[in-house]
């Protein structure tokens, strides 16, 4: 067998081992600086990530006016929600106010109207009474004739009446012209009939001796020919 000799293992000296450990500590720090920082693969997703721009429904980079499109919309539909709620909420309200409004109908129509008082009657107007003499006579001709506008007084009425037939409403004249031509003058004033029938005052009776028709009769058409009865002094 050839005679192989065994080399002698190195001395590691004092210097050795001093590079060894520096060796090794750099190795370590290596190693950890290498997984706390991040590959190369992810600092280039990320920087794609942040250059990466939006896009538009079909695919392309959006453009200013899409993004003020949006904008738009987005605000539109804010102002349709906004919108909404508010129409809600008047509704509510309108919807409160028209039950409030409805029971106050119920309650009004719950309550029974007060019967208005009656109006007290006015009194009946009692009749003008007036007697049934030539002083009664005389002053219901004056009411007569102021209600028709016919002028007179009650001087004038009973001095006439005196003259003519001393207060008889029955008194008959069958001597004078008018007698002689057959229409005598009769009652207290002494009128002939077509006198009295032409100045015949609406509502007295329609008769020759009636007191008052003879009396309103008279003044009416002494009215016309002399402006008053007190006017008159003698035969008219």
């Not at 600092?43 to 896009?55: D, G, L, N, Q, R």
């Not at 007060?114 to 049934?132: D, E, L, V």
């Not at 001796?209 to 008053?228: E, F, H, L, V, W």
Request: proline letters at 7%; hydrophobic letters at 40%.
């Amino acid at each position: 067998m050839p005679n192989f000799t065994l080399p002698r293992p190195a001395r590691l000296t004092r210097t050795h081992k001093v590079s060894a450990a520096l060796v090794a500590t750099a190795g370590c720090a290596a190693a950890l600086a290498f997984t706390a920082a991040p590959s190369d693969a992810e600092t280039t997703a990320a920087h794609a990530s942040a250059a990466v721009k939006p896009v538009s429904a079909n695919g392309l980079p959006m453009t200013a006016k899409d993004r003020a499109d949006d904008g738009k919309q987005a605000r539109a539909v804010a102002s349709s929600v906004a919108a909404g709620l508010k129409g809600t909420a008047a509704e509510k309200q309108n919807h409160a106010a028209d039950q409030t409004a409805n029971r106050s109908v119920e309650r009004k129509a719950l309550v029974a109207p007060k019967a208005a008082p009656k109006a007290p009657k006015a009194p009946k107007a009692t009749p003008k009474r007036y007697a049934n003499n030539l002083d009664g006579w005389i002053r219901e001709s004056l009411d007569i004739m102021k209600a028709k506008g016919i002028p007179g007084s009650y001087e004038g009425l009973h001095r006439n009446i005196m003259r003519e037939s001393s207060g008889n409403p029955n008194a008959v004249n069958d001597w004078d012209i008018n007698a002689i031509n057959g229409v005598p003058s009769k009652g207290l004033l002494q009128v002939i009939q077509p006198t009295f029938d032409a100045y015949h005052v609406a509502g007295t009776p329609h008769k020759l001796t009636d007191p008052i028709a003879n009396i309103t009769a008279a003044a009416n058409y002494a009215a016309d020919r002399y402006g008053s009865i007190d006017n008159v002094d003698s035969a008219y």
